[in-house]
């Protein structure tokens, strides 16, 4: 029994933290059809900017309490800023040509990652946590890391507040309606530009916040975190149905268990192995994820 | 008409170069000229035929994967576990079943033709940029396999080295590159006249039917899926075939050709040299593999040490380099490198604003 909660506790941490990274993913891939190859590296950006202002870099930020909120702030707005410069220089360019847009962020999600490492080393830089968040509690008898809640909470609200934003705000019906019908939304007059940097920032704040949270779920950051959490987001979102941010959510629930199940229940790492084969399953089945929409 | 006149010679001498190139990279072996800042000493030295080894198999290679994205429109990101199944298999025959190379790499490139027709035909039940993430999770999965060794079979993060007794002994040793560079010559003629021979037969137009508008495809009566997967497959064949000369380029198998890095790196290398062109790929895979070497060693030599931070700490990271260029080719450059000649005409007609009416509509096409 404390084997099943821990596991259920462990499982839901990861599949928030690939909530986090897919919920944006799957964004902009529904509205803008570009498959965003440079999230990870927007991830790492976050996990990085993080980590240096809790090491003391930037004043009033550090590893406990308010501080670490601080640097987590900091940590977010700083891939949030990377994500709109990233729009901003590399997509909006190429807005006529979706698939070298893909092809264009290849290219960051390969120099980025290489840059971190040339200025930070490529070996993994421990994180500090704040101590509140690295001791665990008890629950049903099993000792269950306290960041692990604090995970699935935090993408909880990322949940609610995404839904809020998309079904409550004017920004909101922009980018769903752009979603779901880009040519007609441009048609009638709105501009979808602004309505694409827009959900560019979104999705880079939520990868940056699981660049945050990486930190703390794996204890370390290292350049390449991004680009291996970003496969198994990827599966997430196609599993999810593209577009859809409920989806996406029961998704990564499901991959998350089915990753730490697996990994018990067999030897380590054929959890990953798992994953993919039950995408595979999945598309021989319904090819059009769980929630059947057609992105 | 003196241009036109030109023009036609120039034409008449492109249909001679691959054949010029040919000669040429017959006769490099046997050159002991230098080429300062392109490689490191005479030609013909051992250190330089294998890393021109090397350039020509990722030239092969990225030709075959622009099977493809270039010919069929189809973007696999999972293009890495072919070869290195290809790699891997031939490598574990030879080790593990104590076969003899040519079994071997028998086996292997079956293991590579089965596998990509096994899980082509999964990945291919969904198109567009979801069949790109499939094939990515494919390759990844095949990755995670080959780090945790399973069994002692792969050797892990430090892959294992290919038994010196079961190769060909004409293969092995430092004296014997040259043999190396004939093998990865051949396979790279082959794969070019292979996927020359593809795309022009009558599959081939129709993977072009697909890769421009796969439901007029279907109207006309065509299954895609059939045709896809035979795109597939063939370039699965042709990526082992290339993991089993790498094997011999390099001697073992290694990880690294199972990242998904690896993947990206041809796709760079496709896109840098052109996608959809005769020999844009080719291009392409040689410049990278090259600019590859050269960099790193760019990266380790004193005047890099010298330089201040802001430059050192870049320079440094080949992969920054490439992402940087891959970047600004993509954006600047569409089509790649091989269509540099033809933008240079382009732009030179304009300037010379010639009234004759296709001169302007060739410069108003691209």
Known sequence: MSTVVLLVFTGLGLGALYFLVASGLSLIFGLMDVLNFAHGALLSVGAYATWWAAAGHLPGAGTGGAGFVLAVAFGTAAGTLAAVLLELTVIRPLYTRPRDQVLATVGVGLAV????????????????????????????????PVNRPVLIAAALLVLIVLKLFLTRTRHGLVVRAGVEDRAMVTALGTDVRKAFTLVFAIGGAAAALAGAFSGLYFGSVDPGQGTSLLIFAFVVVVMGGMGSTAGCALASAVVGLVQQFANYCTTAGLGDLSVVVLLAALLLTRPRGLTGRLA | MPVNNRGTGTRRLARWWPAAALTALLAAPFSALPLPG???????????????????????????????????????????????????????????????????????????????????????????????????????????????????????????????????????GIEHTVNLYWVALAYLVFTLAAVQWAVRSPAG??????????????????????????????????ASL?????????????????????????????????????????????????????????????????????????????????????????????????????????????????????????????
């Open chain 2, 242 to 366: 290339g993991g089993i000369v790498h094997l011999l380029l390099t001697g073992g198998a290694t990880p690294q050709t199972t990242t998904s890095d690896f993947t990206l790196s041809l796709l760079v290398m496709v896109v840098l040299g052109g996608s959809g062109s005769r020999w844009g790929p080719l291009v392409g895979g040689v410049l990278y593999t090259w600019a590859d070497h050269r960099l790193t060693d760019l990266a380790g030599s004193g005047s890099v040490a010298d330089l201040p931070a802001v430059l050192r700490v870049p320079l440094s990271q080949p992969l920054f380099l490439l992402g940087v260029v891959f970047v600004v080719i993509v954006r600047l450059l569409p089509g790649g490198v091989v269509r540099i000649p033809e933008r240079i005409a382009v732009a030179r007609a304009r300037r010379r604003a010639t009234a004759t009416p296709r001169a302007s509509a060739r410069s108003a096409s691209p």
């Open chain 2, 38 to 172: 392109l490689l490191d000493g005479p030609i013909g030295s051992p250190g330089n035929l294998q890393l021109m080894s090397l350039c020509l198999l990722f030239g092969a290679l990225a030709t075959g994967y622009d099977l493809l994205l270039g010919r069929t429109g189809l973007l696999s990101f999972g293009h890495a576990l072919y070869f290195a199944g290809g790699t891997y298999a031939t490598n574990t025959f030879m080790l593990e079943a104590g076969l003899p190379f040519a079994v071997s790499a028998l086996l292997g490139l079956l293991f590579g033709v089965v596998l990509a027709a096994l899980l082509g035909s999964v990945s291919l039940r969904v198109s567009g940029i979801r069949f790109s993430m499939v094939t990515l999770a494919f390759a990844q999965a095949g990755s995670i396999l080959a780090e945790r060794n399973p069994g002692g079979v792969t050797g892990g993060e430090e892959g294992r080295a290919a038994p010196a007794d079961r190769l060909p002994a004409g293969l092995i």
């Open chain 1, 113 to 144: 990652p290489a840059l971190l490492s040339a200025v930070w080393g490529a070996d993994a830089r421990p994180f500090p946590g704040p101590r509140a968040l690295s001791g665990t509690f008890g629950l049903f008898g099993a000792r269950i």
């Open chain 2, 205 to 238: 137009r129709v993977w072009e039917g697909i890769k421009e508008n796969e439901r007029r495809v279907e109207v006309l009566g065509l299954r895609p899926y059939g045709f896809k997967l035979v795109a597939f497959v063939l370039a699965g064949a042709l």
